[in-house]
């Protein structure tokens, strides 16, 4: 899953964060991109960047534009129809000015300037900028000012679910103020057409407006509810992958000793084998540990579990990562060294016998003669069969042990050959 439009926009609907005096402000960037930084970290996905971050917030901006062009035709549409009461010339350096500071605010975006303030998006910018110019549009219509008053909750939708509650609720108040104070100053210098009609639109604004803050904090409160169920449901998520992860260990791992199983051995060693291409080899030994059931019998079960953690430890300290070591049962043990040659995997299982027999007597608490064990190693090549080869280590271990125990050897004659 890749970090796409839905991670961006919770991005940039992050809710504001509390000041020094509880007063709500907009979380500057640093902010929001450490809390995305951290929201998608644990989803799995890759970090956001400020390029992708920025190229969101132009898309969001066209949109704007976009509506800027729209309600530009309604209103040449009205003037045309006769309905502004202000000259052409006066209409036309209106437009240009707003075309001139959409294509500044365009500037701002695209050289990235706007990453310096503390909201990146200007949300209350862009509205406060859209209120000022519908305010000056309204005041120049007669007939169709009734119109063009649904412009102002169209604005105020733009920044719904960017602005935090009380910028929302200060950028209703501007909407509010303007238009009363608009038509107090005409019905002040007798230019108001219909005092009725006028007190019925302020009427209809501020109940529009009250629902538009209304309806604006119930959004925002069930975003959060959903943000929080979102990260209560991720925390879940984690903590079910890590119980799974803790699962499959379990299965994978001996219990006494901490080495892979056996049924993880084969799993591992198949994969391997069928990755084996041109004249790399892997080496592959069984060990078996010398006269065990001896230790069993005489010291008791306890004793013998200590000589099996007692080989893994030593076993383990002679080989690197990329060897696998696992139980292959009771007192038997089976190694893969991928990449190896044969004179690296000889090496090697002489380091583990002779770092086995310096383990005892003292380190496991047996008064018993050194330990040993007999080895019997093999080399797999491209093609060879997993079975045929743990036959070939396993007659190499039996031939070890008719020798009298406490060697290695070896089975080379299909590799030979």
């Known amino acids: 899953m890749l970090p796409t439009k839905v991670a961006w926009r919770q991005a940039l609907f992050l809710p504001a964060k509390p000041g020094k005096h509880g007063n709500n402000v907009r979380h500057p960037l640093k902010w929001q991109l450490a809390i995305i930084f951290f929201a998608i970290t644990r989803a799995g996905i890759s970090p956001v960047t400020e390029s992708a971050l920025q190229k969101l917030l132009l898309k969001r901006f066209l949109l704007a534009g976009c509506t800027y062009l729209m309600v530009l035709l309604l209103v040449w549409?009205?003037?045309?129809?006769?309905?502004?009461?202000?000259?052409?010339?006066?209409?036309?350096?209106?437009?240009?000015?707003?075309?001139?500071?959409?294509?500044?605010?365009?500037?701002?975006?695209?050289?990235?300037?706007?990453?310096?303030?503390?909201?990146?998006?200007?949300?209350?910018?862009?509205?406060?900028?859209?209120?000022?110019?519908?305010?000056?549009?309204?005041?120049?219509?007669?007939?169709?000012?009734?119109?063009?008053?649904?412009?102002?909750?169209?604005?105020?939708?733009?920044?719904?679910?960017?602005?935090?509650?009380?910028?929302?609720?200060?950028?209703?108040?501007?909407?509010?103020?303007?238009f009363t104070g608009l038509i107090l100053l005409e019905a002040h210098g007798g230019t108001l057409s219909d005092p009725p009609l006028a007190v019925l639109q302020v009427c209809t604004l501020f109940v529009v407006l009250t629902w538009l803050c209304l309806y604006a904090s119930y959004v925002q409160a069930s975003r959060q509810r959903m943000r929080q169920r979102r990260f209560a449901l991720q925390a879940h998520r984690d903590t079910l992958r890590g119980m799974m992860g803790q699962l499959e260990e379990l299965v994978a791992t001996d219990e006494l000793t901490g080495l892979f199983n056996r049924r993880h051995f084969l799993r591992l060693a198949g994969r391997e084998l069928e990755q084996l291409r041109g004249n790399v080899r892997h080496g592959l030994a069984l060990i078996d540990l010398d006269h065990f059931k001896r230790i069993n019998d005489v010291?008791?079960?306890?004793?013998?579990?200590?000589?099996?953690?007692?080989?893994?430890?030593?076993?383990?300290?002679?080989?690197?990562?990329?060897?696998?070591?696992?139980?292959?049962?009771?007192?038997?043990?089976?190694?893969?060294?991928?990449?190896?040659?044969?004179?690296?995997?000889?090496?090697?299982?002489?380091?583990?016998?002779?770092?086995?027999?310096?383990?005892?007597?003292?380190?496991?608490?047996?008064?018993?003669?050194?330990?040993?064990?007999?080895?019997?190693?093999?080399?797999?090549?491209?093609?060879?069969?997993?079975?045929?080869?743990?036959?070939?280590?396993d007659e190499a271990l039996y031939r070890a042990k008719r020798l009298g125990r406490n060697r290695c050897e070896a089975a080379w004659e299909v590799v030979d050959a």
């Open 77 to 178: 549409m009205a003037i045309l129809g006769g309905h502004v009461l202000a000259p052409l010339a006066v209409m036309t350096v209106g437009t240009g000015l707003l075309l001139f500071s959409q294509l500044l605010l365009g500037w701002v975006f695209v050289s990235g300037r706007n990453l310096r303030c503390r909201d990146p998006s200007l949300t209350e910018c862009q509205v406060l900028l859209a209120l000022a110019w519908q305010t000056w549009l309204l005041a120049n219509l007669d007939q169709a000012r009734g119109t063009f008053l649904v412009i102002y909750p169209l604005i105020l939708m733009f920044g719904l679910f960017h602005l935090s509650g009380r910028a929302f609720v200060r950028c209703a108040l501007v909407v509010f103020f303007s």
């Open 299 to 393: 010291y008791g079960h306890a004793a013998g579990d200590q000589v099996l953690q007692a080989f893994a430890q030593a076993a383990n300290g002679c080989l690197d990562d990329n060897a696998v070591l696992a139980r292959y049962g009771g007192e038997e043990f089976v190694l893969l060294m991928p990449d190896c040659t044969a004179e690296a995997l000889v090496e090697r299982c002489e380091c583990i016998r002779l770092a086995f027999a310096d383990t005892q007597p003292g380190a496991v608490g047996l008064r018993v003669a050194p330990l040993s064990l007999s080895a019997g190693m093999t080399l797999l090549t491209e093609g060879d069969d997993l079975d045929t080869a743990l036959h070939r280590a």
